[in-house]
């Protein structure tokens, strides 16, 4: 299965071509201000790198939220765009959980992705082993500390994500020993995690015989713009 990965949730972006789970070209974008006019020719240029044309996609992969509001806007329209004239599914992947299957660390550990949402405020949420242990959500750095620090006191959480870079002291200040942030090379997540987890969600739909649901017009974008002030 031939499938083409777009992440634009966070300030870098990701353009990826895989096909069976191997990364066949792949292509970051640093400058968020720049994705609207970047991201068609990087995917024009990783095809062809490849070799592939846009005929051969099987599945189109796309980081939905949340994350940056016009970020989320060019690459899910950009993927709608490819899956509706190609008329192939459109899956959609949860940003926080993409960067959280990216660290692929330790079965045991904690991990915590964060997405910058400005004014001390993060989109964020938790794993262990690939399990969801708090939903996604977006609230301040404080809220999100005092949670952890309640439930999981003495465990250290690995944080991943744009959100540790503009939030770095206050989670060094508040959760101490229990905050470690992965290296910048992994904090903006794996094009191979997005088609990894949207190559899953199409094989669960296929034995389901739900293939149907991934169209370009049922996909939507969750933007998560309401804010917790306590958990």
Known sequence: MKILSLDTSCKTAMAAVS???V???AISIQDHKTHSVKM????EYILSAAEIAPADLDLIAVTNGPGSYTGLRIGVTT????AYSLRIPLIGVNSLEALAAACNMDPVSLICPVIDARNARVYASLYRDGKEMMKPCALSCD???EKLKSEYSGEKILFTGDGIFANRTRFTELLGEMYRPVSVELSGGNPAAISLLA??????????????EFTAESLKVEYYKNYTDSI
């Open 40 to 43: 068609l020719p990087a995917i």
């Open 199 to 212: 190559r899953a969600k199409y094989a669960a739909a296929e034995a389901a015989g739900t293939l149907s």
């Open 79 to 82: 993927a709608k765009t490819f």
């Open 143 to 145: 809220v999100l500390c």
């Open 23 to 25: 990364i066949l070209g």
């Open 19 to 21: 096909e069976d789970g």
